[in-house]
């Protein structure tokens, strides 16, 4: 077994594990490898090749795979060390990172601090659990954007799409595109899962429907895919007998939503939130395990990479910190709660001493569209203060700002609670 | 007789609700956009609406089959299908570099088909 050791180990190559790397390095810390399962570098952005990445970022509408490349060429650029190929198997609550590939065989490094940035995983058919069979056709719309992105193949020529997530709805253009025929995305919920530009952009220019408070009640085909099934459903989410209709269809793409992949974090005895399936982390990103740090999908899952950079960023100058000795925890923990109609919010935790920042931006979603809404903080009970928001919906994610002044002028504390609530009269 | 649309500005993913008062390609009032990108998207979308297209290319001899492309500016809406024609019947040599030009000005609307990614050779 080759044993390594490096300040920094980064798992993951995608676009938080880059950008992390990059932030390490710039802090002075050269000493970091970043460890990667696929043959290339990039994660999930090389297959998303559509436009709508950077604009927060680069302050320019670049594709996924452009996006990508930048961070490639900033890690290329430092000369930092990667091992691609590379599938982590294992990771230590003392930071001892196990891997294996081709040309070093298993390898033991032991890293100074790690940055988990493994990004998440598609839920399946399985996991929603659709009554009828299960024949060939039905897929997550991420295999199916890898399919036809990457390797060519057009999965089918008549699709339905289960749930309206970014995927579901970039895949729905593509696919039509491509010159299948998109029948509708069917989501149960009354209100999408993806970004209203993405409803705009890939459905109502193509016409595509889009079926609110409808799901896929059964699965028909033995070898391929023949029909589908779907229902409109009640507000409890459940079918409501006689609205069925069917819809031929060789192709059933699932964009029910992501989980992030946190196998790896469980065995380093990572805590998880249940409401992110991420870990539960302070402003540096750092996790209940000293040392390791979480950033990217993996941590809770983004809608616009530029958020997941800005997180990657933070994690990698907390890492550079712990690995120089410069980071210092404060005799007292705030707690951060997810108030009234917020879903989560992250950092969970408060509890680094930093004199030079002004601000930590608190990142969160609501759990139901709101319109004219208030973002408001509190401390142990105590309004502090409240920021307005035209409109909030659980696909977009929400940043407000908490004044370290405030923080200082507080004294000690127990928590800060954050409620979203729609103004009255409005 | 005026008419009223309420869009989703895709100009940033921010997306504000746009509501435009207009008669034919004559736009009387715009409302609700937080910047002037805003308005010109409005403008844009009723008079002519124009998008970005990202596609793929088939790549010969590349270390993947196909290679990521976009038009470097938006085209209308109306042509997408037939530059999609167009984009669909070409095929390029690896390695191809990321900015490469592939389809110069297609259909005459000023807008060049480029590589959005590098592609190397095949291996071997
Ligand atoms: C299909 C899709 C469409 C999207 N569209 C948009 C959009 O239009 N605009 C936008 O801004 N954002 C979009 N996003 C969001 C954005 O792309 C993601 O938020 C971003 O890619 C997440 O980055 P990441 O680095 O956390 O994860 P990923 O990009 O998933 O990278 C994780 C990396 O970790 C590697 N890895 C995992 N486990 C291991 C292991 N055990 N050992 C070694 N390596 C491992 C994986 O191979 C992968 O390369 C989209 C996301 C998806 C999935």
């Not at chain 1, 401390?379 to 908490?402: C, I, Q, R, T, W």
Request: aromatic residues 4%; glycine residues 10%.
């Amino acid at each position: 077994m080759l044993k390594l050791k490096k300040d920094v180990v980064v798992i993951g190559g995608g676009p938080a594990g880059l950008a992390a790397a990059v932030k390490v390095f710039d802090n002075g810390v050269e000493d970091v490898m970043i460890l990667e399962r696929d043959f290339e570098l990039g994660g999930i952005l090389p297959q998303c090749i559509h436009n709508g990445f950077g604009l927060h970022h680069f302050k320019e509408e670049l594709t996924g795979p452009e996006y990508a490349q930048r961070f490639i060429d900033d890690v290329e650029d430092r000369d930092i060390e990667v091992k691609l190929d590379t599938m982590v198997l294992d990771v230590s609550p003392d930071r001892k990172v196990y891997a294996m590939n081709r040309e070093d065989g298993f390898l033991e490094i032991e890293a100074g601090a790690v940055i988990l940035a493994m990004g998440c995983r598609e839920r399946t058919a399985g996991a929603i659990g659709i009554p009828g069979t299960r024949p060939a056709g039905v897929l997550t719309a991420g295999t199916a954007q890898r399919y036809t992105n990457i390797e060519g193949l057009l999965p089918g020529k008549e699709v339905v799409i289960l749930g309206s997530g970014d995927i579901g709805l970039i895949m729905a253009r593509r696919m039509r595109l491509e010159g299948a025929d998109v029948k509708a995305v069917c989501e149960i919920l009354p209100y999408t899962g993806g970004l209203t530009r993405n409803v705009v952009q890939c459905l109502q220019d193509y016409d595509i429907p889009l079926l609110l408070n409808h799901t896929v009640t059964r699965i028909e085909g033995n070898e391929r895919l023949e029909a589908v099934e779907i229902s409109e459903v009640d507000e409890n989410l459940k079918p409501i007998p006689g609205t069925e209709e069917r819809i031929e269809a060789d192709t059933l793409l699932l964009s029910v939503g992501l989980i992030p992949e946190n196998e790896l974090s469980k065995k380093a005895d990572v805590v998880l939130d249940d409401r992110t399936g991420g870990a539960i982390v302070n402003e540096g990103r750092e996790t209940n395990v000293e040392g390791i740090f979480a950033c990217g999908n993996v941590l809770h899952v983004h809608d616009l990479v530029d958020w997941v950079t800005q997180e990657a960023e933070i994690a990698g100058d907390w890492a550079a910190k712990y690995v120089k000795g410069d980071m210092r925890r404060s005799d007292s923990k705030i707690k951060i709660n997810a108030g009234k109609n917020v879903s989560y919010v992250i950092p969970q935790n408060i509890e680094l001493e930093d004199k030079d920042r002004k601000r930590i931006p608190l990142y969160m979603r609501v759990t139901t569209p709101l319109t004219a809404c208030e973002i408001k903080l509190s401390a142990d009970g105590e309004e502090l203060y409240s920021f307005n928001e035209p409109f909030a919906k659980p696909g977009e994610m929400l940043s407000v700002p908490l004044a370290q002044k405030t923080l200082n002028d507080l004294g000690k504390i127990e928590e800060i609670t954050v409620d979203i609530i729609e103004k009255e009269g409005e | 007789m005026s008419e009223t649309k309420t869009l989703t500005c895709v100009a940033c993913p921010k997306g504000c609700e746009v509501t435009v008062k207009y008669e034919g390609n004559e736009i009387l009032d715009i409302q609700g956009n937080a910047c002037p990108q805003g308005a010109d998207y409005a403008r844009e979308e009723i008079i002519a609406p124009t998008r970005i297209l990202p596609t793929t290319v088939a790549v010969k001899d590349g270390a993947l089959p196909l290679v990521p492309v976009k038009t470097t500016k938006p085209i209308s809406l109306e042509i997408i299908h037939d530059a999609m024609k167009i984009i669909g019947k070409t095929k390029v040599k690896a390695p191809v570099k990321i900015g490469q030009v592939i389809i110069e000005n297609i259909l005459e609307t000023g807008a060049d088909v480029v590589a959005t990614r590098d592609l190397p050779k095949k291996a071997g």
